[in-house]
């Protein structure tokens, strides 16, 4: 029988102990840290945006600092003017800050080559668009899979049949988007947008040009997409009653965060607007 001599005991302590901490670490900072619920998926510091220059020069943004928490729904809201699609397209990388700088899902993205930077646009970023943006030669669930189609990659048939069923589509997808009505194809953008699982979806005015039954549709999908996908949502809206589903509504005035509150009513957010436009 082999007998444990007592530096051997000593190494099998320490490596007990070496594989708790390590334990602990991924349990304390990976699951919880990481992916624990308010994670900040989009940070911003110091954005400014600066359009023109001398006496012709607008401060689209100025000096905006914003966090974006995981599997939320916030809105973006403010008079014509005050930036909130200039935020958005920031944040989007659809354009670049004359300041400040972007992350998403831990990257920063104001310095990215374009290359790079379309590669994550890409993997981490879901898009809606008021006008839907649909190729027409396209059927729906061709439109639906084409963003894995151009990274050449194979959809998950379970998560696709499930967002599939979520909007909806599963009797339209043989359909040409001139064969869909407008809140049909808009069902095929939030499909499209979420057949990635992107970090972050942001949406454009998504109810823009739909009927309010429609688009009460479409603002349920959005909904329910946080709800049950834990997905994240930053949408740019300038309908109230679109903003009330938000958890988070952050309105802007010439530029800056005016007022950022959690979750408020239609009435409340229609009398903050009328405010907003009032003392401009």
């Known amino acids: 029988m082999r007998t444990t001599t007592i530096p051997e005991r000593e190494r099998l302590d320490q490596a007990s102990e070496t594989l708790a901490l390590l334990e602990h670490e991924f349990t304390s900072r990976s699951l919880f840290t990481e992916r624990g619920p308010g994670r900040a998926v989009v940070t911003a510091r110091g954005l400014s945006r600066v359009y023109g220059k001398g006496d012709a020069a607008v401060h689209a943004l100025r000096d905006v600092d914003i966090d974006i928490a995981e599997g939320r ?22 354009d670049q800050p004359t300041g400040g700088r972007v992350s998403i899902d831990g990257v920063e993205i104001t310095r990215l080559k374009e290359k790079r930077l379309t590669q994550l646009r890409r993997d981490k970023i879901g898009f809606i668009f008021q006008s839907f943006n649909l190729l027409a030669t396209l059927t729906a669930d061709e439109n639906i899979v084409l963003p894995l189609s151009l990274a050449r990659r194979k959809a998950d048939e379970a998560w696709r049949r499930t967002v599939i069923e979520a909007v909806g589509l599963q009797d339209r997808l043989t359909h040409r988007p001139a064969e869909l009505s407008g809140g049909q194809q808009q069902r095929v953008a939030v499909a499209r947008a979420l057949i990635t699982r992107p970090a972050v979806l942001f949406a454009d005015e998504p109810t823009g040009n739909l009927d309010s039954r429609t688009g009460g549709e479409v603002l349920d999908l959005l909904r329910r997409s946080v709800d049950e996908f834990g997905q994240t949502v930053i949408m740019v809206t300038h309908d109230a009653n679109a903003a009330s589903i938000a958890d988070r509504v952050v309105f802007l005035k010439d530029g800056g965060i005016e007022l950022d509150e959690d979750r408020m009513t239609r009435d409340a957010i229609y009398d903050t607007i009328k405010t907003l436009e009032v003392t401009r």
């Not at 729904?73 to 659809?94: D, F, N, R, V």
Request: no cysteine; glycine share 18%; hydrophobic share 45%.
């Open 73 to 94: 729904l916030t809105a973006i809201m403010g008079p014509s003017g005050s930036g909130k699609s200039t935020l958005m397209h920031i944040l989007a990388g659809l």
